[in-house]
């Protein structure tokens, strides 16, 4: 386990070129370069990715979180594997646990019994997530959380702070990924003085700064209209084709959820199905 | 962006808050630096008198701001002691003197090398000890609006101005000079003093000299003209009392700051909630808030100096002050001041920072 990072990744590596990734816009073509450090992200061409028979890279092994003193069981002996480089989505109706499962899998909040395993070490207990966290996850969520007092150029920059980059390195990197979804025009503008799918653009180019192994997306279209909704998920699909990273998207709507590669449905804190698009996989847990 | 820059523009978010902020607390600076100017000015006011004067020594009777009286006689004894070039009485008042209302009166000996300090810059030095006549430090005459020619009344007995002198120290300036019988007379202290300047043979050793009155003084305080006023009781009450006054000052200052803290990083929870979620460190987090708790500060701590400096030299011409105490005003102070007001700032950030850094990154966002 790494000082730094908490679990999984190896900062102190020297520093390698392992994902070379073109996404490319309907109306444009840019150029992303995700420089990443060794260790941390799997390449499109890993025998290991995105199959069940390489080691899971998140095991969830019958996790339990309650609220309200128990009163509400959010997730009720909850257990499953995703392997790298897979796009799971995880569907079910308001209150069937999975904004609940995702803040777990992000280390966001922590579980009340069970585990969560990342490369086989617990993340449950962490002394240090957000380390782990700076290191291995990149968030989108449904209200974009940008920081208002910061351009879109700033915002990419905040997860970067923990990275000990250079503040023209920061910059960079950061004007890079705003490129590579489509916001090079509006590098200096506040959250307020852009549309929701831009804002939502800025996010995603946010949760790529650290060159993470794992994207959580939390209703990521759930603030935009069906036009923009369709740009943001193509835009998922095409980071998480080229890139080859682990994303794992809630939603609701069955519609989005058929575009990911899994489809695990949740109620009332359980799940009740896992498919995936080639074969049906575990029955719920 | 660097982290500076990130910080500031949180602080810039409600700039009227901020500016109220740093205002208060840099008002609370200010009166430090104006309440330690004047104690420091007390003290090196009198440093420079004796420095002017080209003391070396000095014995007086109780450690107070107005020294007691005691027989002048015992400056015959202080004479004989080995080391001791010179010594002479000294009985300095201070008094009402017509408009002015605290005035310092000094009482010398005639022929005595304190009146070789005094530089004539009009008229001339009292003709002997016998002549009712005073000199006047410059600003003493600028104060009183007199000049050669006048008189001057001190208690009930008029006295001639026969000269203007520069005494090459604040001290001194402000003070009126006479012949020591004269104000002993009034004073009803004949034979009375309370002070004795001593100068050194320049072969003297000055600690031996000073172990050896202070053997033969006990009762008395000897000490070397520097620590005169350095131990000086009064002196050092005076600062003590500015000190607290400051201190209650910078107390109010350091609560306004936190509340204003604490007020921001409640606003911010569903932010700082962000930067947790998106990987900020605890310690990041802790020195963010503390960060913005002393750049707060540090502004107030520029503009505290400036308003405190400002005050002092308000203070030093008004009619109370002018002619008496030289307010201090050196980069020490500054210093002094600036530390303050990080030790503020460091302070007041804490306890927000820490709130702060226990943020529970899943709740704060669905704020």
């Known amino acids: 386990m790494s000082g730094i990072c908490g679990v999984g990744c190896s900062v102190n590596a020297s520093k ?21 450090y060794s260790g941390t992200m799997t390449p499109p061409s890993s025998p290991e990715s995105n199959s069940p028979a390489a080691p899971p890279l998140l095991e969830v092994v019958a ?18 594997a995703i392997y790298p480089g897979e796009f799971v989505a995880i569907i079910g109706s308001s209150g069937s646990g999975k904004s609940t499962l995702l803040s777990l899998l992000g280390t966001l909040d922590t579980a009340d019994q069970g585990q969560i395993l990342f490369r086989g070490q617990p993340i449950t207990k962490l002394s240090d997530p ?6 291995n996850i990149g968030f989108i969520f449904q209200s974009f959380h940008l920081l208002p007092t910061l351009t879109a150029l700033e915002n990419v920059q905040i997860p970067m702070f923990e990275m000990g980059w250079s503040v023209s390195e920061r910059q960079r990197k950061a004007k890079d990924l705003l490129e590579a979804v489509g916001m090079s025009h509006r590098l200096g503008h506040l959250p307020t003085k852009l549309s929701g799918g831009e804002r939502q653009r800025v996010a995603i180019a946010r949760s790529l700064a650290n060159s993470p192994q794992i994207l959580l997306a939390d209703e990521p279209t759930g603030n935009l209209d ?6 943001i998920l193509e835009l998922l699909q095409r980071v998480h ?15 989005i959820a058929q575009m990911a590669d899994r489809v695990i449905t949740m109620r009332d804190g359980a799940i009740l199905s896992d498919e995936r698009k080639s074969q049906s996989v575990t029955p719920a847990a | 962006m660097t982290f500076l ?127 009712k006549a005073v000199v006047l430090g410059t600003l003493a005459a600028e104060a009183l609006k007199k000049k050669l020619g006048d008189t001057v009344m001190i208690e009930t007995e008029e006295f001639a101005v026969v000269g203007v002198v520069d005494g090459k120290a604040f001290v001194e300036n402000g003070s009126i000079f006479l012949n020591a019988p004269h104000l002993q007379r009034i004073m009803q202290k004949e034979n009375r003093t309370n002070f004795i300047n001593i100068r050194l043979a320049k072969s003297a050793d000055p600690q031996a000299v000073l172990k050896q009155l202070k053997q033969e003084l006990a009762g008395y305080r000897v000490d070397t003209a520097h620590d005169d006023t350095s131990t000086n009781d009064g002196v050092k009450t005076f600062e003590a009392m500015n000190w607290g006054t400051s201190a209650i000052a910078l107390l109010v200052g350091t609560f306004g700051v936190m509340n204003t803290m604490f007020m921001s990083v409640f606003e911010r929870t569903r932010e700082i ?23 707060l500060c540090v502004g107030a701590g520029v503009i505290g100096i400036l308003f405190g400096i400002g005050l002092l030299k308000v203070l030093a011409v008004t009619p109370w002050m002018s002619g008496k105490l030289e307010p201090y005003i050196g980069w020490d102070l500054s210093a002094e001041a600036m530390l303050l007001a990080v030790g503020v700032g460091l302070l007041s950030g804490i306890l927000p920072a820490l709130r702060c850094s226990k943020i529970n990154p899943s709740a704060a966002l669905l704020q």
């Open chain 1, 16 to 36: 390698s070129l392992v994902g070379n990734v073109r996404l490319a816009d309907s109306n444009q073509s840019l150029t992303l370069i995700l420089r990443s």
């Open chain 1, 63 to 80: 996790v339990h979180r309650n609220f309200d003193d128990g009163h509400v069981q959010a997730l009720r002996g909850v257990s499953l």
């Open chain 1, 130 to 135: 957000a380390a782990f966290r700076s290191h």
């Open chain 1, 226 to 231: 069906s036009r923009n909704s369709t740009q």
């Open chain 1, 241 to 255: 084709r080229e890139s080859n990273m682990t994303l794992i998207l809630v939603t609701h709507d069955m519609h």
């Open chain 2, 5 to 131: 820059d990130f910080t500031l523009k949180n602080l810039l978010r409600r700039p009227i808050r901020t500016i109220l902020t740093v205002m208060g607390i840099g008002v609370g600076i200010g009166a430090v630096v104006a309440l330690l100017g004047l104690a420091r000015g007390l003290s090196q006011s009198w440093n420079d008198a004796y420095k002017a004067r080209g003391t070396d020594i000095v014995v007086r009777k109780g450690s107070g701001l107005q020294a007691q009286p005691f027989d002048d006689k015992l400056v015959e004894s202080v004479r004989k002691t080995p080391g001791v070039d010179i010594a002479t009485n000294l009985l300095v008042e201070t008094l009402s003197i017509e408009e002015v209302p605290l005035m310092i009166i000094s009482g010398r000996e005639w022929g005595s090398y304190l009146w070789d300090s005094l530089k004539v810059v009009q008229g001339r030095l009292p003709n002997g000890p016998d002549e």
């Open chain 2, 273 to 295: 909630g962000i930067l947790i979620a998106l990987g900020w460190r605890q310690a990041r987090i802790l020195r963010m808030i503390v960060f913005e708790s002393v750049a």
